[in-house]
């Protein structure tokens, strides 16, 4: 079992940066497939990114794909996501996820550990 805490949301002007980080409890981190999820107002809970367990692998939504990178250290039990360029519709709730499996996925349902999330707001 993995607990998930996110950190680094704010506000941001459009074509600013961010950096979001997740720090995580337990002993079998490296052994998670973590993501990246945001939820904005009136609206489901959607794909960001995934890494795979050593890193090697990603996958991005098409939304933020060149714009946004997911990078782990399993050493610091911890993800991060860089975001550049932001747009306003970038403005939202985003979670961190771990899934304890080898196979990396896109569905929220795949995913059984959550963070509480944190607010990013791009203004334009």
């Known amino acids: 079992q993995v607990q998930l805490v996110e950190s680094g949301g704010g506000l941001v002007q459009a074509g600013g940066s961010l950096r979001l980080s997740c720090a995580a409890s337990?002993?079998?981190?490296?052994?998670?497939?973590m993501g990246w999820f945001r939820q904005a107002p009136g609206k489901e809970r959607e794909f960001v990114a995934t890494i795979s367990w050593g890193g090697a692998t990603t996958i991005y939504a098409d939304s933020v794909k060149g714009r946004f990178t997911i990078s782990r250290d399993n050493a610091k039990n911890s993800v991060d996501l860089q975001m550049n360029n932001l747009k306003s519709e970038d403005t939202a709730i985003y979670y961190c996820?771990?899934?304890?499996?080898?196979?990396?996925?896109?569905?929220?349902?795949?995913?059984?550990?959550w963070g509480q999330g944190t607010q990013v707001t791009v203004s334009s």
């Open positions: 996820a771990g899934r304890s499996s080898i196979l990396k996925s896109i569905a929220v349902a795949d995913y059984a550990y």
């Open positions: 337990g002993r079998t981190f490296s052994r998670y497939v």
